[in-house]
């Protein structure tokens, strides 16, 4: 068993290999969360989170499935809160402004947080109008304008090469990598500061998997993000950051490269070396 | 030691087929009882209407002799009907239906509200028409005119449409709304932009066949005292009128053996309204539902 262990490490260490280093001095805080509980009716899903996530940083969250790293993704847009019987307490600091408070409104939050969800959920209209539906409900009439978010949403979501001569094709008659990607790039569309990602590659090919981590990996560069993903080998590769949950506590938060080759708990190595989960 | 013993299996094997044979000749007769009903009353009213059915038929008013006999009011008074059956009952449906699925809250009060709304679908068509002698024809004063049928109309098939609504908005993939909410969308910006575009096929189908049920319905008409016999044609919405079932009702009752007829004349001309009205329902639902 011991030898096993000493095996998956050394594979993890493997596919670390050629990744940038971590870069150690933290940057800007972006979220910074206190104290969160969180109650589904009787059931308390998030224990006592704390957790800060950093700018231009790629934040992995893993887990066994009901651990509560789902609901804890969507507390950071307060998209839980669409489930009536979720309550909560303790907070978020979203750049210093707790997004609990009653008067922080979700639209504000919404728009300066995007969602990739799991699973590629395009809206029945054309690409076009697909990416620039969140610049449309944010005021924006002008073609120009519209055209110009649209060819530069694509771009950044590394599928305009795909889509260009086909903009007012329904964007379900795309392949499912390629509707996840739409759905990325009109996230894109609103400018925000960060992404959350809820298993964003969980309903995919291996090959469409790849392009949206390596998509991931570009994106950082200009947004943070927190990626939910039931994948370790995942996490590893395209994380700098990456926190373990475990019935809705956090067990464990650190640097990758820590959390998978020099992990502080028991349960984080029994977990990341698959022996639960 | 195996529980289950081949030879055994063997023996029943041919029961059992039997059975599926007899249950599937048994399905296949109820069909067939239901439709040969049909055609037979089909065959019949067009055999006995369809002599009396012509132009002069459409363009005549209503007359002593079965010959001269038209169904030009009823079925100008009948389309004035839908003219505010239609409207009134589609935005105060689908307003509703949006309401209960998404804004209200889920709790007693609104569960028991969805729960009754569904069962002021089974009331009796003449009890809303006593409804509406009461409230429109009296207390309002709108007399026996359109608008006062036409709002009785609208109070007898609106829980229908609620219900098609809402149906159609449930259909609506919770996904699609949340994309749109992660946005920064409002509510009212996700109804108007995904949650209607998808459901509007599901509620125009439910509300033509809602609207096809109030054309043919005629217990409220005859307990608001609608008129038969009527020379003129409607000339606004307080105007009195005359509609397709009160025309048929009154040929149909007659002791004149002619007059039966005119009466499957009637009918076929409802029956072809209807008929178009449920073909556009299925044109809509084609050509415009929207799989995921």
Redesign the interface.
Known sequence: MVLKIQEEKTFVKKIQTGAKPVTEVAGNIVYDTRNLNLWYGDHHGLKDVNLGIYENEVTAIIGPSGCGKSTYLKTLNRMVELVPIVRTSGEILYRERNILDKDYTVEELRTRVGMVFQKPNPFPKSIYDNIAYGPRIHGIKNKKILDEIVEKSLRGAAIWDEVKDRLNQNAYGLSGGQQQRICIARCLAVEPDVILMDEPTSALDPISTLKVEELVQELKKDYSIVIVTHNMQQAARISDRTAFFLSGEVIEYDKTDVIFQTPADQRTEDYISGRFG | MRYIDETAVMKRMTKRITFNKVWKALFFLATIFALITLAILLFRIVTQGIGYLNIDFLTNFASRFADKAGIKAALVGSLWLMGVVAPVSIILGVGTALYLEEYA??NRINDFIRMNISNLAGVPSIVFGLLGLTIFVRMMELGKSILAAGFTMSLLILPVIIVAAQEAIRAV????R?????????KW?TIL??VLP?AIPGILTGSILALSRAIGETAPLVVLGIPVILQFLPDGLLSQFTALPMQIYDWAKRPQEAFQYVASAGILVLMTVLLLMNSIAIFIRNKFQ???
């Open positions: 809250k889920k993939p919770s996904e699609q949340e994309a749109s909410y992660g946005m920064g969308a409002t910006q932009r995904v998808a929207k799989r995921y």
